[in-house]
């Protein structure tokens, strides 16, 4: 229930059904005590309590198991984010960079893609715009990666439904070639979305503009249910 009132953006509501979790149930769970601690940190981020966020999410932090990595990247991008709000510049970048550094060992896309992407708009606002446009072509990277593998999981499904039509004998030689025809327009406009077969060659002299105004919170996540 608590999360469809931060989806929702009813942040007091939710705040609060999850604090009475905290304090009324006898959760045995490490995980799920974690994920609530968690939840409570996001909650007090959107709120803008940043001194409250930070000491959930360092509750957090002293549950998570060392060997769960993504959780720990992303606690650290969260605590950092509280403490860069309350202008603890001195443990918010050193915070954000372990993130990211320890995204660029991990093998999740999504994570790097976001720890630099969020180091990219905290340099801007640093006005230290080379290590912004560093960050942010990190960012656009692992963000073609992601492109990339999405790409591929719909040529794979396509050629899996394929298969599939072909052994169940469900369709005739007519309806056979029709679907190759398909198939053949659909590489092609995804070879165009996604710039299969011309160079990237991005070259980013500053961030744009839209940068500036994304939020380090982004990282923010629901966990648990």
Same mark, same amino acid.
């Given at each position: 229930?608590?999360?469809?009132?931060?989806?929702?953006?009813?942040?007091?509501?939710?705040?609060?059904?999850?604090?009475?979790?905290?304090?009324?149930?006898?959760?045995? !769970?490490?995980?799920?005590?974690?994920?609530?601690?968690?939840?409570?940190?996001?909650?007090?981020?959107?709120?803008?309590?940043?001194?409250?966020?930070?000491?959930?999410?360092?509750? @957090?932090?002293?549950?998570?198991?060392?060997?769960?990595?993504?959780?720990?990247?992303? =606690?650290? !991008?969260?605590?950092?984010? !509280?403490?860069?709000?309350?202008?603890?510049?001195?443990?918010?970048?050193?915070?954000?960079?372990?993130?990211?550094?320890?995204?660029?060992?991990?093998? =999740?896309?999504?994570?790097?893609? %976001?720890?630099?992407?969020?180091?990219?708009?905290?340099?801007?606002?640093?006005?230290?715009?080379?290590?912004?446009?560093?960050?942010?072509?990190?960012?656009?990277?692992?963000?073609?990666?992601?492109?990339?593998?999405?790409?591929?999981?719909?040529?794979?499904?396509?050629?899996?439904?394929?298969?599939?039509?072909?052994?169940?004998?469900?369709?005739?030689?007519?309806?056979?070639?029709?679907?190759?025809?398909?198939?053949?327009?659909?590489? @092609?406009?995804?070879?165009?979305?996604?710039?299969?077969?011309?160079?990237?060659?991005?070259?980013?002299?500053?961030?744009?503009?839209?940068?500036?105004?994304?939020?380090? %919170?982004?990282?923010?996540?629901?966990?648990?249910?």
């Amino acid at each position: 229930m608590g999360n469809l009132y931060l989806k929702s953006e009813k942040y007091d509501t939710a705040l609060s059904h999850y604090k009475l979790l905290l304090e009324t149930s006898s959760i045995q !769970s490490v995980e799920r005590r974690s994920d609530l601690y968690h939840n409570v940190g996001a909650c007090y981020i959107f709120l803008e309590e940043y001194g409250n966020a930070e000491s959930y999410f360092i509750k @957090e932090s002293s549950l998570i198991k060392p060997t769960d990595t993504l959780s720990i990247i992303f =606690n650290k !991008s969260d605590l950092a984010t !509280s403490y860069y709000e309350q202008y603890k510049d001195s443990l918010a970048i050193p915070a954000f960079k372990e993130a990211y550094r320890l995204a660029t060992l991990f093998s =999740n896309i999504q994570a790097k893609a %976001s720890t630099s992407l969020t180091l990219a708009s905290v340099m801007s606002d640093l006005k230290k715009y080379k290590q912004s446009a560093f960050f942010y072509e990190e960012h656009l990277k692992w963000k073609d990666s992601l492109n990339n593998i999405n790409n591929m999981s719909k040529l794979l499904e396509k050629d899996k439904q394929l298969a599939l039509a072909l052994k169940k004998k469900e369709i005739d030689a007519d309806d056979i070639q029709y679907l190759m025809d398909c198939s053949e327009e659909l590489d @092609e406009k995804e070879a165009e979305e996604y710039g299969y077969e011309q160079p990237t060659n991005k070259k980013i002299s500053k961030v744009e503009s839209t940068l500036l105004g994304d939020d380090p %919170s982004s990282l923010l996540y629901t966990k648990g249910t």
